[in-house]
């Protein structure tokens, strides 16, 4: 079983940056960590991964080149440093983890995670 806890989260205008925490329990074999978004009335959509391994990372399009993923795999934490934020990028931002190993095709698929946090709301206004 893998605890997440986030945290981080909170408000910025339009064109600044915020920086999210995922703290996982230790003693676990994490294969890979994921952030993802959802925004009232729309669905969950995964915005960054991690392959603990290798760090690999992975970004959807809308917001590569904006958002980057990275951990600290002693500390068995995950970051995402969100620049250049937008008004869409307000969503609850979620932490997800898996422990099944073997490669993964699509890591921003919501089905991947066996384990979520309990999210942190982050609201960008313009």
């Known amino acids: 079983q893998v605890h997440l806890v986030e945290s981080g989260g909170g408000s910025a205008q339009a064109g600044g940056s915020l920086r999210l925490s995922c703290s996982a329990s230790l003693n676990t074999h994490i294969r890979y960590m994921a952030w993802f978004r959802q925004a009232p009335g729309k669905e969950r959509e995964g915005v960054a991964a991690?392959?603990?391994?290798?760090?690999?990372?992975l970004y959807s399009e809308s917001v590569k080149g904006r958002f980057t993923i990275s951990q600290d795999k002693e500390d068995n934490v995950v970051f995402l440093q969100m620049d250049s934020l937008k008004p869409e990028d307000t969503a609850m931002y979620f932490c997800?983890?898996?422990?099944?190993?073997?490669?993964?095709?699509?890591?921003?698929?919501?089905?991947?995670?066996?384990?979520w946090g309990q999210g942190t709301q982050i609201t960008v206004s313009s």
């Open positions: 991690i392959r603990a391994v290798r760090g690999h990372t």
């Open positions: 997800a983890a898996r422990e099944t190993p073997g490669f993964v095709l699509d890591p921003l698929r919501i089905g991947v995670y066996a384990f």
